[in-house]
Each structure stands twice: as structure tokens, then as C-alpha cells.
């Protein structure tokens, strides 16, 4: 009791001087909620069990850690792609770098303009998904992310969108510190794609809010920089209906401390839902985190979880990943694998894998491994001629390939693949 | 072509002797087959030979065309011309068997200091070869060795040989796992790269690989040493009568 006092009492004095944003229209109201939401659950300590396996203090403290600007001569990711460029900078939106905010069967807004309009059907979705998903688990971050954002990206999909949307990430202040917070509507028997890539600040808060309607298809892919010190908190919440799919595929790279909630309700029949991630992270300051809460609570429903680390020189790699079945969702299958390739002694997996069923006619399943490279594949392959570098490449991207298969688009996965042989290559 | 000279090797975990002085030498384009009972040392001689770790070497020597295999990396003695044909493939999720055999034949040549194949050279090239083995296009797109049978797995084994065109060919258990047609058609594989300038090493528990892989020597191989060498029809005394005798003769 003392702790929890204790902790209210600290959130309490760390927001007594914020100031929610000004001029949010309809948002006002939402982000009051947000920050009541957040006062009432405090905001996350290492004592509590959700962040039992990552530190969240420096996403909490008043002032974000500097994070150094690394260049490198690696081109922008998806540049052959055919995309509706979006551009932030250090979260402020580059008008100039962005195209227009127009493509077939999407409609495409700045958070802030649809703040402004006093009818808009981001009020029904803005902190409602969230909202939801902060049961059974608490998420004040997320909570302080509808608070708090300064601007996002708001799309409903009305058709079959023709391009992806990319939402660019730049990072060119090595103080800055970003709150984002970004709307997707899937509407009945639309499809999009978007594309998040970029370091995006020092430190960066990020969450986006998903709603597929009945046979709706949202692909959902991020490449989350490389090579530089920021943190990142980032948030999915979905909410997939009837016969609808939601994949999404999330690379990382480095980073000091990265943490992905992806919090996913099926609440319609026949639906399926697909979270995968990949990650490669070197040195003892690197610390990567999913955290996955899928939720069936409809019948026949399809999930999936697969995420591969590898992870070296003293990396930390997370794995927190629950699949509930509520009573009367008959027929679900779901499958939750997490795997940690830990190329010496001193990095480090921690997996929390969890299943919660309430029905009887279910299939679910989940597994956990950590390992290094198999020795045995490692001398056949240099029996043939390899050399050893290039062999314990290879046998690091056959280790991710799982998770990489999961990208429906294999042009995508083709161009993520080369940046992480390009890192493989760098960091042996 | 290979030199084999009082080789004594242990494991490196453990204080067990299982190579205990192994002389052999093999001329170039002769193929000598090593028969001997289980746990004899035949299959750590393949291993010690191309570079697999867990064994420390206590004496003795072994060399390719006068340079020391023993000094060189797993990959180093690949591409100075020696290939060891596995008992059990290794599966390698993820990674396409093209690519691989590409990966392979490329990193050989560039040490060897030759131009790498072309994407367009090298598929002709490993079509033809897979065609002969029974390698369909399905198989050579598949991951590494993931889903295949054991006779699929083998097949894979002489391909890669076949592309790689090594000058000393080890061939370890080759035909275990294998049905009499699979075993064939390895064997013509195998038949096929015989030449003026390429040795063989056959590895096998039985004489019915050497019906189909005639050997010029077989060697009798016991207790971590080769007790008994002669012409093929040793390999038929061993059918007939199996090892006993022959253990007890040189006892």
C-alpha cells in the first residue's frame, strides 16, 4: 500500500506542471481523460511486475536522455516503393519533404487538423482503443501518449488503398523528445498498408490506434532505425473485426532502449491476427522489449506471435507475450513463439510467455528457446568453403528468417533482409 | 594427393584416445574405401581431416598435396581442394539451397583467386549437374537440406561436390539411409567426378557401396588404427565373414 501511494504520490509531482496542448478541439476533452487515466494508474517503476524486465525510468523522468546523432551512408528504407511519404522531424511535421496528403481509397489528416474539426470520426477512435486496452494490464504510457501527443497521422481507409502510407521518422536533434500519436480506419473490405521507418528523437513516444471493420486488411511494417542511443515506447491497439486480418512485422536495430506494446483484441469471427518482430542489438547498453497482448474474444479466430532476437556484447533482449481466450471463443488457434540467438555469453533473453484460456474447443500453443549458432551447421558450412564470418552471417539470417517470412509483401522483406545482412556485416 | 602420417588424435573434452597412429597415403584419381566396426575411428578421421572442432591432435600429420591440412581453417582446407560428403546433412532453415551452393562456390574461387560465377553461369551450371542427380528445381530452391528425405539429403551432398570440383573427396557413411536405387544413383553421382586428378575417400560399414564405387585399395580400419590394407576383394572377406577374422589375424 505504501508503494502504491508511493507511486501515485511520485507521478502526481511529475506531472503537476504539465500542460496538456493547446487548441485540440474535441481532443481537449480526450486528453484530460488521458491524463486522469494516467494519475489514477501512476506512471510505470521497475517495481511493478509489467516492467519487471525492463527499466522504464528514462521514459518517465521530466527531461529525455541526449541521444548522438549517428549518420551512415545506408540509403532512406522503401525509396523504390511506390508510398505516400509522410515526414516528421523530431516529431514536427515537414510539409516540404512530405508529398500531399492524397492517394487512392485513403483519406490522410494531420492529428491536429482533425483536432480542429468539430465533427470527425477520429473522436470516436481518438484514446478509445487505448482506454480499452489498459485492462487487465495498466499502460500509463500509453495513457500519458494520448495526453500528451503533439501531432500524428490520422487515415481512413475507404477502398483498397493503391500505396502504402509512410510515416518518416526523422531524427536531427540529439535533445529531442517526441510524443506522436497516429489513427488508423480500416473501413468494411478496405486494405492498407503503412510503413513506419526512422529513429524518429532522443526519446520517442509513439502510439497508433487501429480499427478494422469486417473483412477490413490492415499490413502494418516498421523499421525502426539503427546504429544511435534513443529510447522508444511505442503502443498498438487494435481492435480486428469480423474476417478481417492484421499483420504486422517490426524490425529494430540497436537503439538503447526500445520497448513495442502491441495490445490486439479479435472481436469478431474468422479473424486473424499476425505480430512478428525481428531485432538485432549489440553492446551492454542495448535493451529491446516486446510486449504482446493478443485478446480472442470471438469465434474461429487465428494469431500469431513470432519474434526473433539476436542479440550480442551484453544485449538484453524482452519477451512478454500473453494470449487470452475468453470464454465462448471456441476454435481459436493461437501460436506465440519467441527465440533469442545470443552470439556470446554475456547477452542476455528474458521471455515471459503466458496463455489464458476460458474455452474448451481451443488449439493454442507457445514456445521459448535461447541458443547460439548451432556449431554443427557453422562447420558445414565452412566445410564448403565459407569463411567464418560469412558463415555465421548466414546462419544468423536463417535464424530471423521465420520472422521475416511473416512480411507479406516480399519486396519488403527483400530490402529489410540487405539491411540486416548490411548490419550483420558491420557488427561481427 | 593425401598423406597421412602416424595421426593420433583425442577428444578434447575427454582424455580418450580415438585416432592411435593412422598411416595412409592416397595417389591421385585412386579411390580407397576405409571398412572398419563401429566406434573404430573412421568417421573422426573425415572429421579431423576437414576441420571439424572437439578433437586435439597428439601426433602425427596430415597433408594435402604437401601442405599441412592440420594448420588450416575449416574453410581453408575446402578451398584448397578437400570435401567431406556429411553422414547426416545439416538442415538449414532459411537459407536457400541455390544461394548457398552460390555462397560456396564463390567464396572458393575468390580465394583461389578466380572471377565468381555470374548469377546466369552459375544456374546453368547447377542445372545441368542437379539434373543428373534428380535434383529438380524445387528442391534447389528449398531451404538447405529442410524437409529433405535421407536420399534427397545424400543427393545434395555429391551436388555440392559436383560444383565445387574438388581434388580429395571424402565420403563418410554416404550410403546409410539409402534404398538400393537411391544408393545407385549417388554412386553414379560419385562415378562420375572419377578422374585422372581426383581422389576418393569411401567411408562405409558395407561392401555393397563398393559394388556400385569400385575401389582400387580398401583398408581395414580398428581401434583408431588401419590394421589390414589389400585390393577390393578385402572388402569381400568382410562381407563374407565379417571383422572377426580379420581383427583376430592381426591381433
Known amino acids: 500500500m505504501a508503494l502504491a501511494t508511493q507511486k501515485l504520490d511520485a ?64 540509403g532512406p528504407l522503401f525509396n523504390a516503393v511506390d508510398r505516400v511519404k509522410i515526414v516528421f522531424v523530431d516529431g514536427v511535421f515537414d510539409a516540404n ?87 488508423v480506419k480500416v473501413e468494411a473490405g478496405a486494405e492498407v498498408t503503412l510503413l513506419e521507418t526512422g529513429p524518429a528523437a532522443a526519446r520517442f513516444s509513439k502510439l497508433v490506434e487501429v480499427e478494422v471493420a469486417e473483412g477490413g486488411k490492415f499490413n502494418h511494417i516498421r523499421a525502426q532505425g539503427r546504429d544511435h542511443e534513443r529510447r522508444a515506447i511505442t503502443h498498438c491497439f487494435a481492435r480486428i473485426a469480423a474476417n478481417s486480418t492484421y499483420k504486422s512485422f517490426t524490425l529494430t536495430f540497436n537503439g538503447v532502449l526500445t520497448r513495442n506494446e502491441c495490445v ?45 532476437k539476436v542479440l550480442r556484447n551484453g544485449a538484453t533482449g524482452v519477451f512478454q507475450g500473453k494470449i487470452l481466450v475468453k470464454e465462448g471463443a ?16 554475456d547477452s542476455q533473453f528474458l521471455a515471459k510467455p503466458e496463455l489464458e484460456i476460458y474455452a474448451d474447443d481451443v488449439a493454442c500453443s507457445h514456445g521459448s528457446t535461447s541458443g547460439a549458432i548451432d556449431e554443427t551447421a557453422l562447420f558445414y558450412l565452412r566445410s564448403r568453403g565459407v569463411s567464418l564470418h560469412d558463415a555465421r552471417k548466414l546462419l544468423t539470417l536463417s535464424f530471423l528468417a521465420e520472422a521475416l517470412d511473416e512480411i507479406e509483401d516480399h519486396n519488403l522483406t527483400e530490402e529489410l533482409r540487405d539491411r540486416l545482412e548490411g548490419w550483420l556485416s558491420r557488427h561481427s | 594427393m593425401l598423406k597421412i602420417t602416424g595421426l593420433k588424435v583425442k577428444l578434447e573434452e575427454e582424455d580418450k584416445q580415438i585416432l592411435k597412429g593412422v598411416d595412409l597415403s592416397i595417389e591421385p584419381g585412386m579411390v580407397h574405401a576405409i571398412m572398419g566396426p563401429n566406434g573404430s575411428g573412421k568417421s573422426t578421421l573425415s572429421y579431423v581431416l576437414s576441420g571439424k572442432g572437439g578433437y586435439e591432435v597428439t601426433g602425427g600429420s596430415a597433408a594435402l598435396e604437401g601442405k599441412d591440412l592440420l594448420d588450416m581453417e575449416p574453410e581453408e582446407r575446402a ?38 560465377l555470374s548469377a546466369g553461369e552459375f544456374l546453368k551450371e547447377v542445372r545441368g549437374k542437379a539434373k543428373s542427380l534428380k535434383i529438380d528445381a524445387e528442391m534447389l530452391k528449398r531451404p538447405v537440406n529442410v524437409g529433405f528425405s535421407g536420399g534427397e539429403k545424400k543427393r545434395n551432398e555429391i551436388l555440392q561436390m559436383a560444383m565445387l570440383e574438388p581434388k580429395m573427396c571424402i565420403l563418410d557413411e554416404t550410403d546409410s539411409g539409402l534404398d538400393v ?63 572377426a577374422d580379420i581383427l583376430a589375424e592381426v591381433a
Open chain 2, 181 to 243: 536405387d537411391a544408393m545407385k544413383l549417388v554412386a553414379e553421382g560419385v562415378n562420375a567426378l572419377r578422374s585422372e586428378g581426383r581422389s576418393f575417400l569411401v567411408i562405409t560399414h558395407y561392401q555393397r557401396l563398393l559394388d556400385h564405387i569400385k575401389p582400387d585399395i580398401v583398408h581395414i580400419m580398428a581401434d583408431g588404427r588401419i590394421v589390414k590394407s589389400g585390393g577390393p576383394e578385402l572388402a569381400l572377406e568382410v562381407e563374407n565373414n565379417g571383422y
Open chain 1, 97 to 183: 519533404a512530405s508529398d500531399e496528403l492524397t492517394a487512392e481509397g485513403v483519406e490522410i489528416e494531420r492529428l491536429a487538423d482533425a483536432m480542429a474539426t468539430d465533427i470527425h470520426w477520429a473522436k470516436e477512435l481518438y484514446g478509445v482503443l487505448e482506454a480499452r486496452g489498459q485492462k487487465p494490464v495498466a499502460r500509463p504510457l500509453a495513457a500519458l501518449n494520448t495526453a500528451l501527443a503533439t501531432d500524428g497521422i490520422v487515415v481512413r481507409v475507404t477502398g483498397k488503398a493503391t500505396k502504402p502510407i509512410n510515416l518518416i521518422y526523422l531524427h536531427e536533434d540529439e535533445a529531442s523528445d517526441v510524443i506522436l500519436h497516429n489513427l
Open chain 1, 11 to 74: 507521478t502526481k509531482a511529475r506531472l503537476a506542471d504539465i500542460a496538456l496542448p493547446e487548441g485540440s478541439g474535441w481532443g481537449t476533452a480526450a486528453r484530460a481523460d488521458a491524463l486522469a487515466r494516467v494519475r489514477r494508474m501512476g506512471l510505470p517503476t521497475k517495481r511493478d511486475e509489467y516492467w519487471k524486465y525492463t527499466d522504464p525510468t528514462t521514459l518517465t523522468v521530466a527531461d529525455a536522455p541526449q541521444a548522438a546523432l549517428h549518420y551512415n551512408d545506408e
Open chain 1, 330 to 345: 471456441q476454435k481459436t488457434d493461437g501460436y506465440q513463439i519467441s527465440q533469442s540467438l545470443l552470439l556470446d555469453e
Open chain 1, 264 to 308: 490486439l483484441e479479435i472481436v469478431g469471427d474468422d479473424a486473424v491476427a499476425h505480430v512478428a518482430g525481428a531485432c538485432v542489438g549489440d553492446g551492454r547498453d542495448f535493451h529491446h522489449d516486446d510486449t504482446v497482448f493478443v485478446t480472442h474474444d470471438a469465434l474461429n479466430g487465428e494469431s500469431r506471435q513470432v519474434f526473433k
Open chain 2, 79 to 116: 578451398a584448397a581442394g578437400l570435401f567431406l560428403a556429411f553422414q547426416y546433412p545439416v538442415e538449414i532453415p532459411g537459407v536457400g539451397n541455390m544461394t548457398f551452393l552460390r555462397t560456396a562456390v564463390n567464396a572458393q574461387r575468390k580465394v583461389r583467386g578466380e572471377p565468381e
